[in-house]
């Protein structure tokens, strides 16, 4: 038999134990600065494994390397300060943007709410404006039907009785009672077309705009003492009916002020054709006025004007007005073309 030599390398910091010590392997502390480990107990034909070495470094605080490269090395660029910071900037930079935009939308908010609050303001003010319109109008109205037509229907009434108590008794009725009857009659019949005109005149449905706006313009020449001039563009009539009928509003509303108002003697009213619409110019020579005044929330005559920019909006146009002293006032009004519109 050949006796196997077995060779034994101890670790430096390791001593064997002695014959008269226990029967087990231990760690001795040879240096205060280091700590003693347990060995497990060595046999023939030990080898350390590669766990135990690995206990063994992480025991002495070393890395673990695998594959030649230390795990902190492999975490060294996820971990890197620089990046840490650059993320760190980018969320105190989005931080710092949104706390701009609440403010601004503070802000905005703010001025939204202040907005709506003069708005609603200005909405109260219309509408008393416009309930107070109303009852002035149907004020007017119904003194132009008491002084206009009852009064004259009750002469009317009158002259029929006399002559009904005439023929009774034997009496011939003279022909000049019956002739003022029928001028009674007549002009009791012109008050009520008056009426049907400025309310809504058939003539704008039946006919057209312009012999409307003829007709509206001679009886108002008439009874104002006026001199209105109108000249029209024949295409006008191709416009659509809401467009015909806000044409008219303006013109009428516009005729209607200069009576009352300017004091003029002469009035221009006319329609032509310009590019991609339809012109209408209301001009006189009577006394100006300051139409930023006039417009103010305020003013109760403002809502003439107000009607009329809504008629001419409404129907995708848009009105002008210049006063200037010396020159009286101008109102125009332009309105889109249709397609199929052409130039007479």
Sequence with gaps: MVKQSIAITLH??????????????????????????????????????????????KARGQPIRKGGQSKHLQRRNADHPTKRNG??????????AGEVAIREGKVQFHNLFLESRLMEEKLRNLTRQLISAQENE?????????DGIV??????????????????AGT????????????????VVKVAHRFARELRPAVLDDVGLIPAL???????????????????????????????TALFRVAQEALTNVARHAHATKVGLSIT????????????????????????????????????????????????????PGKGTTVRAEIPLEDGVQEK
């Excluded at 001593?15 to 240096?31: D, E, F, I, Q, V």
């Excluded at 009886?219 to 000249?231: D, F, G, H, Y």
């Excluded at 005044?293 to 004007?305: D, H, S, Y």
Aim: with cysteine; hydrophobic share 40%; charged share 25%.
């Design 87 to 96: 993320r760190l900037k980018r969320e105190i930079a989005r931080r710092k």
């Design 172 to 187: 011939p009725i003279p022909k000049a009672k019956i002739a003022g009857i029928q001028r009674l009659v007549a002009n």
């Design 138 to 146: 149907r004020r007017e109205i119904s003194r132009e039907l008491h």
């Design 12 to 57: 430096p910091c390791l001593h064997l134990p002695s014959k008269s010590g226990p029967m087990k392997a231990n760690w001795n502390r040879t240096s205060p600065r280091r700590r003693s480990v347990p060995l497990p107990a060595m046999r023939t034909g030990f080898r350390p494994s590669l766990r135990a070495a690995s206990d063994h470094q």
């Design 273 to 324: 054709k310009i590019a991609g619409a339809i012109r209408m110019e209301i001009s006189d020579n009577g006394r100006s006025f300051h139409v930023g005044t006039v417009l103010l929330a305020k003013n109760p005559k403002r809502l003439g004007l107000i009607g009329m920019k809504e008629r001419v909006e409404m129907v995708g146009g848009r009105l002008s007005i210049v006063s200037a």
């Design 151 to 168: 009064q004259k229907l009750v002469a009317i009434n009158i002259g029929l009785s006399a002559l009904n108590a005439g023929s009774s």
């Design 214 to 244: 003829h007709a509206y313009s001679k009886s108002l020449a008439a009874r104002k003492k006026l001199r209105i001039q109108l000249t029209a563009f024949d295409g006008v009539e191709a416009l659509g009916t809401a467009k015909r």
